[in-house]
């Protein structure tokens, strides 16, 4: 079967290889479609803080299971699925409260022997193998991942429907948090970005207020001006430098800034504005298994919703052995880019 792989910084290949094996707690996948995650960019720039190259990429799919091990239900072969693409070892005190996104030794598709879902095949223990209801695409299907770790900042927030949300950051992480949040019936909401494109998507997807803080030198005094008062709650999905000092900026007193973008540089933080007002710095690390049902039952909503949201959100679609132009669009940024797929 074909796998795509980062062989090292900025070069990617497609590899020949067996079909992998399965064990008996397993099932084999026929992968249909296979998104492109931020931070498969950040393997593919060397940046991924334990994705190392050379690495087998992708750990979002749909798919149809073809074969099963011998302790899961053969009924599963033929059903249409996607993956929740984490395990845990089932034993470290993380896992024994569900936390298998803090699993001390938590693994994921691309690392050790576990080949990445950019492939015709991919293998999954059947406990995070999720079936999916026949009407749903594969590619909405495909974007449960990322939209369980929206509902995740979501959970972090701990929101409130009457509180004010600021989300810093209109990729496909800042955009699915957003519909979370609205799906959850949250109603006061504002959304930044330095691209219109994604900002249009957010509007279309109802967030309250856009912003486009490229515009601006002292942005969040003008963010302030529009939402009268500071916000309850910011979640940041960009990296941008200082990003967090920014964020301190216009939570109120008490309030929680959620972090969720993965950061490739350290950043100073004005600890004392923190501490005085007893404001909230939390991680936010992928999702557990509730996250992925919320993140479920959403697409389905979406899929009878003519999948529109599914459809402003992918914005790029490729075959698999077009993936390097795939790669390098996400990579370049460019105004109209968001969710990348791979199909197959
Ligand atoms: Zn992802
Ligand atoms: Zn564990």
């Known amino acids: 079967m074909q796998v795509v792989f980062v062989e090292h910084k900025n070069n990617l290949s497609i590899k020949s290889i067996n079909t992998p094996d399965i064990k008996d707690d397993e099932v084999l996948i026929k992968v249909k479609v296979a998104g492109i995650c931020g931070s498969d ?20 799919l749909s798919g149809v299971v073809v074969k ?22 089932g034993i470290c005190i993380h896992c024994k409260y569900g936390e298998i996104n803090l699993c001390n030794n938590r693994v994921a598709p691309g690392v050790n022997d576990w080949l990445g879902s950019m492939a015709d095949y991919f293998v999954a223990h059947s406990s995070i193998v999720f079936p999916i209801p026949e009407y749903m695409s594969y590619k909405t299907s495909a974007l449960a991942e990322p939209l369980s770790v929206g509902f995740r900042t979501v959970e972090k927030a701990d929101v409130k429907t009457s509180d004010n949300i600021a989300i810093l950051g209109s990729g496909t992480i ?24 994604p900002l249009n998507i ?14 601006y030198d002292n942005w969040t005094e003008k963010i302030l001006n529009i939402t009268q008062e500071k916000v309850d709650k910011v979640i940041i999905a960009n990296d941008a430098p200082n990003i967090i000092n920014e964020a301190l900026k216009i939570v109120k007193k008490g309030g929680k800034i959620i972090t969720v973008a993965m950061f490739n540089q350290k950043q100073h933080i004005d600890i004392s504005n923190l501490q005085s007002s007893e404001k909230e710095i939390i991680g936010c690390m992928t999702y557990n298994k509730s996250n992925f049902y919320d993140a479920l039952n959403l697409l389905e909503k979406d899929s009878r919703n003519n999948e529109e949201i599914t459809n402003s959100i992918i914005t790029h679609s490729f075959p698999l052995r077009e993936a390097h132009k795939g790669f390098e669009i996400m990579n370049n940024k460019k105004e109209n880019v968001l969710k990348v797929i791979l199909r197959l």
């Open 174 to 197: 800042g955009l699915l948090s957003l519909h979370a949040l609205i799906s959850k019936g949250v109603n006061n909401t504002i959304i930044t970005d330095i691209r219109e494109y």
């Open 202 to 215: 957010a509007e279309k997807i109802g967030a309250s207020y856009v912003f486009n803080t490229s515009k």
């Open 68 to 89: 099963n091990g011998k302790n899961v239900n053969e009924k599963i072969v033929g059903q249409k699925v996607t993956v929740m693409p984490q395990r845990g070892c």
């Open 41 to 60: 960019i950040h393997t593919y720039n060397d940046v991924h803080s334990f994705r190392k190259p050379p690495a087998s990429m992708g750990h979002e």
